[in-house]
């Protein structure tokens, strides 16, 4: 493919990235927001999303780490496979998540809890952080199959620690607002 042609591509991916980052982003935001009503009776395997969403973004967190291995040992192979189990799972995850939110009525954590400061501080990290690096993951994925390892790896510098710190804080905050769920 010639540069024009790789530029063209280019360009429609990254179009793409973004449209889809602002349907996610705006989904989320509808859904949580309660703008659609919810069904009357709520399906019994609602309160069990949370706890998949913490396993499925602590598994995360390890494989993004073996990816990490993998590449520093320069096992481009298992660094491909591990990522493309990773973006599925955090795929899965994103489904669940936006379900989760849909269906179930918010938890707040308390207001007299005296770690509701490093709760909330952590969790609006983790929303913001989730948000930008959404973009930055597809994007980096495009080049990394595209093997555009110069584009991928300026991308990961960026999307590898902040992917990473959104799946550990993902667990941090269920395990912390865990025990003020309903059920």
Same mark, same amino acid.
């Given at each position: 493919?010639?540069?024009?042609?790789?530029?063209?591509?280019?360009?429609?991916?990254?179009?793409?990235?973004?449209?889809?980052?602002?349907?996610?982003?705006?989904?989320?935001?509808?859904?949580?927001?309660?703008?659609?009503?919810?069904?009357?009776?709520?399906?019994?395997?609602?309160?069990?999303?949370?706890?998949?969403?913490?396993?499925?973004?602590? #598994?995360?967190?390890?494989?993004? +780490? %073996? *990816?990490? &291995?993998?590449?520093?040992?320069?096992? /481009?192979? !298992? =660094? $491909?496979?591990?990522?493309?189990?990773?973006?599925?799972?955090?795929?899965?995850?994103?489904?669940?998540?936006?379900?989760?939110?849909?269906?179930?009525?918010?938890?707040?954590?308390?207001?007299?809890?005296?770690?509701?400061?490093?709760?909330?501080?952590?969790?609006?990290?983790?929303?913001?952080?989730?948000? #930008?690096?959404?973009?930055?993951? +597809? %994007? *980096?994925? &495009?080049?990394?199959?595209?093997?555009? /390892?110069? !584009? =991928? $790896?300026?991308?990961?510098?960026?999307?590898?620690?902040?992917?990473?710190?959104?799946?550990?804080?993902?667990?941090?905050?269920?395990?912390?607002?865990?025990?003020?769920?309903?059920?």
């Amino acid at each position: 493919m010639n540069t024009t042609d790789q530029n063209k591509t280019d360009k429609f991916y990254f179009r793409l990235v973004l449209i889809v980052s602002i349907i996610v982003f705006v989904a989320v935001i509808i859904l949580n927001r309660k703008i659609i009503p919810r069904p009357d009776v709520i399906p019994s395997f609602t309160y069990f999303l949370p706890k998949l969403n913490a396993f499925i973004n602590g #598994t995360c967190s390890i494989l993004l +780490l %073996l *990816s990490l &291995y993998f590449i520093k040992r320069k096992e /481009i192979a !298992k =660094h $491909k496979t591990i990522n493309i189990i990773t973006f599925l799972l955090s795929s899965v995850f994103l489904v669940s998540y936006i379900m989760y939110h849909y269906l179930a009525e918010e938890t707040k954590f308390p207001i007299d809890n005296p770690l509701r400061s490093l709760y909330l501080f952590i969790l609006i990290t983790h929303i913001i952080l989730a948000a #930008t690096v959404l973009p930055m993951i +597809l %994007l *980096s994925f &495009y080049y990394g199959l595209q093997m555009n /390892i110069v !584009k =991928h $790896k300026k991308l990961v510098r960026f999307a590898f620690p902040i992917w990473l710190y959104v799946t550990i804080t993902g667990v941090v905050v269920y395990l912390m607002i865990s025990p003020f769920y309903p059920i």
